[in-house]
């Protein structure tokens, strides 16, 4: 049958039909909101390339956190900023690091959150990149014990779920390897299994400290013409021990969500990065754009997608605007 007794319109009509039959949804619990935590103690300074969110000392990322849980928000990812860098980042596999110390204090605050932790030397590192140099190159296997280290130290500290972003290769299998020899079998791994070489990163890198002093990444994150290149590595990270997989950038990555999603019988992830969020915001600002509206339609993308958990600084945002 065709028009007129064909006619979509009929379920467009009012709030509670359109609500009904609704496919995609989002709510707070799809959502992790970045931490960044610094040293010290009464610290909370606004980042200017990310407006509203925040350096925090680890009691005020304890407060945050109970912001977070109040709001539904399923839990927090936490990035450091050490009080000092060298060639190796060992300020991050310090069991008195400041993304350690973090972790424990919003345990202490907010049991029940999830704590999630990156874990990659490029905020500890004077040069700025993800693993050692020799030179001006990135040597992977000399990195995985560093990584497994930090990751060690998270779990300790009492991380739910350690998030590998560094892009190693065999990095998932190293770290699973450390926390089962440890005792730590129960501690989930969130890999950034996707994570591409992406101009979208710009004002997280401002925020985290953690731009290359030389060079760039696209040696080891991946090259944003490739979709069969992200399913080999999904896979790998699966075989390795991932419990969840990420892709990272979402917006301009959404056909990747959804062929991860299709292929993989784990958890996807999305990362809605910080230039995505930081255009959102400058545009807000200006009156271009409906903020609430274009934040609500970027997750519900990422969502339909096929991503099931987004992490994302419009989280609280999203959580007053749309619970």
């Given amino acids: 049958m065709a028009f007129p007794q064909q006619r979509p319109r009929r379920l467009r009509r009012g709030e509670r039909l359109r609500d ?4 995609t949804r989002v709510r707070p619990a799809n959502l992790i909101y970045p931490l960044f935590v610094v040293p010290g103690s009464g610290m909370r300074e606004e980042i200017a390339t990310l407006p509203g ?24 990812i936490l990035f450091g ?14 069991d008195d690091g400041v993304v350690q110390t973090a972790v424990r204090e919003i345990r202490r605050a907010c049991p029940d959150l999830l704590v999630v932790t990156d874990v990659c030397l490029c905020e500890y590192t004077s040069h700025g990149h993800c693993g050692v140099l020799e030179g001006h190159d990135v040597v992977n296997d000399a990195t995985l014990p560093l990584l497994s ?10 991380a739910h779920v350690v998030a590998p972003s560094d892009m190693m290769d065999g990095r998932v299998g190293a770290i699973r390897t450390a926390l089962d020899g440890a005792g730590f ?17 710009g004002p997280f890198r401002v925020a985290a ?33 991932a419990d969840i997989v990420m892709v990272k950038p979402a917006l301009p990555y959404l056909d990747v969500v959804r062929v991860v ?23 807000a600002a200006r009156g271009w ?30 959580a007053r605007w749309f619970a």
């Fill in 20 to 23: 009904l039959v609704r496919e």
């Fill in 53 to 76: 969110c925040f350096h925090l000392s680890p009691d005020r990322a304890a407060d945050e956190a109970r912001e977070v849980e109040a709001l539904g928000i399923a839990g927090v």
């Fill in 81 to 94: 900023l050490p009080e000092s860098k060298d060639p190796e980042g060992s300020r991050g596999l310090a």
């Fill in 149 to 158: 280290r930090m990751a060690l130290s998270h779990a300790r500290a009492g």
């Fill in 185 to 201: 079998s129960e501690v989930a791994i969130l890999s950034y299994a996707a994570k591409y070489a992406s101009a979208f990163y």
């Fill in 209 to 241: 400290d953690s731009a290359p002093a030389v060079g760039d990444r696209r040696g080891y994150q991946m090259d944003p013409c490739n979709v069969r290149e992200a399913l080999r590595e999904v896979r790998l990270d699966v075989e390795e021990g």
């Fill in 261 to 283: 999603s299709d292929s993989c019988d784990v958890p996807v992830a999305a990362y809605n990065v910080s230039g995505e969020y930081a255009m959102v915001k400058a545009a």
């Fill in 289 to 318: 754009i409906d903020e609430e509206r274009v934040v609500g339609e970027t997750l519900t993308a990422i969502r339909r997608a096929g991503a099931s958990a987004i992490l994302t600084y419009h989280a609280k945002d999203f």
